[in-house]
């Protein structure tokens, strides 16, 4: 089943990222321990993080020379790394005093590194962030407020901006923006004989048309769509559609369980005429690999990913895919609700010794033209627009893609979402392991409603 990463650049790392696929591939057992752990441990470093951090930065410490070496630590595999590295080899040539130490690795291991070392007061200076976990470590001290240094923001998309903003300030600037929506695979609905949708004025009754459609014109095994229900992206375009939201500004929920038991009563249906797999088959699809999900070998016409993904994905298929926005409830595009998501942040530890050098490398990532050009589109479109325009004659046929369908769909854009709160990482394990439960008759939406939206409520307010 297509999961949306946690908010993983245009070419989906080990992560995941939205970051995704690796993770799928472990047992669920092992991944939920995984989580928990990484929670328990952000959990457990609050005091230290506090005591440590009160007035943010650490005081400047040079070496005699006058030279400073600061840690940059990110999630991503082998391009990601080699384009970072090529980022910093020019950031340093330009600032020979300041050197950069690269700290990486795939995303399952990343946030429990992290974790303990921001307990044992040795977290990088610059720090790959993501939604999920940036209020976590800032509402605890632990980043730095950028607002107070030397980092131009005036390019920057303002939804994107403010999704690094909380109640300890700015602690995070986009490292690239993206969107919800669904890829189709054009081969498929050729295959079948069905016209692609209209995605400005299709309905979710056209999806479940139109999917049931596909697979019923398609060999066996072949279904028009992937299933929605392991991820918070759907589930937030579900509830913003219906007037509610994922969560509130004061970090509640912002929905309560008959909101939820309806996003399954829809996905139930889907499954039962047939427009997505049956529950087995989603089972035993979430663990598949992103060169191997649906949408990449053609058994899914249609599936649900973060706008980044489109190139990693066009490549495993071997052909074109189309972005398509969201189905609306009154098939209308400025009714799909669709937001900006900060794809990661560039954050920075509380207690560098070298604040204003690390906000200085911040900003030549944000703003540089030279870093533009060598990270492209690595961790989604760029948010300075500057930037983006100076480097769009230099961005692959898929790259430009994403980036097109990230301006045409501004005009529609709803209302930036509330950032989740601390404890939010735990709530996309919830989603998925109440669809499960629903999909296998073994709870019926009500009950699944109830009992997740609980869950919810422990997690983020612990």
């Known amino acids: 089943m297509p999961v949306f990463p946690q908010g993983e650049g245009i070419a989906p790392e080990s992560a995941s990222a ?24 952000i959990a457990a470093t609050a005091a230290a993080v506090l005591a440590l ?12 020379d006058g030279k400073v070496e600061l840690r940059f630590s990110w999630w991503g595999g082998d391009k990601r790394a080699q384009l970072t590295q090529q980022a910093i080899a020019a950031f340093e040539a330009e600032n020979p005093n300041i050197k950069i130490k690269a700290e990486y690795g795939d995303w399952s291991g990343y946030w429990d590194k992290l974790a303990t070392q921001v307990a044992a007061n040795d977290a990088p200076d610059i720090i790959q962030m993501d939604e ?6 800032s509402t605890r001290g632990a980043l730095l407020d950028l607002s107070k240094y030397k980092i131009d923001t005036s390019k920057l998309d303002e939804a994107a901006l403010n999704a690094g903003k909380g109640s300890k300030g700015l602690t995070g600037i986009a490292a690239g923006i993206n969107a919800a929506t669904i890829l189709a695979n054009p081969a498929v609905f050729k295959a079948a004989g069905v016209a692609l949708p209209d995605d400005k004025t299709w309905t979710w009754e056209d999806f479940e048309r139109i999917a049931a459609e596909v697979t019923s014109k398609s060999p066996k095994g072949t279904y028009g769509a992937a299933a929605y ?67 990449a070998t053609g058994k899914n016409g249609m599936a649900f990913w973060w706008s980044n993904q489109l190139p990693a994905l066009e490549k495993a298929a071997g052909g074109e895919l189309q972005i398509l926005r969201f189905p609306s409830k009154t098939g209308k595009a400025a009714d799909t609700k669709l937001w900006y998501k900060a794809s990661q942040f560039w954050s920075a530890s509380s207690r560098t010794k070298h604040p204003e050098e690390t906000a200085k490398f911040i900003d030549f990532l944000t703003n540089n033209v030279k870093a533009g050009e060598i990270l492209l589109a690595d961790r989604g479109v760029y948010p300075n627009s500057d930037v983006r325009d100076a480097i769009a004659p230099k961005l692959a046929t898929a790259d430009t893609k994403v980036v097109n ?12 979402p509330a950032a989740p709160p601390k404890g939010a990482g735990a709530i996309q394990e919830i989603i998925k392991r109440y669809s499960s439960e629903v999909l296998f008759n073994r709870l019926s939406t009500e009950e699944a409603g109830k009992k997740a939206v609980d869950e919810m409520k422990s997690a983020i307010g612990a």
């Open 132 to 137: 999920k976990y940036i209020t976590e470590y």
């Open 405 to 416: 369908f990230i301006s045409d769909i501004q005009p529609e854009l709803g209302e930036a």
């Open 18 to 41: 939205g970051a995704s696929k690796a993770r799928a591939s472990e047992p669920k057992a092992k991944r939920s321990k995984r989580r928990l752990r990484a929670s328990a441990i």
């Open 229 to 295: 229900g392991t991820d918070e992206a759907s589930l937030g375009v579900w509830l913003r559609q219906n007037g509610k939201s994922l969560y509130t500004q004061d970090g509640k929920l912002g929905f309560e369980p008959s909101d939820v038991a309806g996003y399954w009563d829809f996905l139930k249906e889907l499954s039962e005429k047939k427009a997505v797999p049956s529950a087995s088959e989603i089972v035993e699809a979430e663990a598949a690999p992103l060169d191997q999900s649906g949408l």
């Open 53 to 64: 951090s009160a007035c943010g930065g650490g005081a400047e410490q040079k070496s005699a």
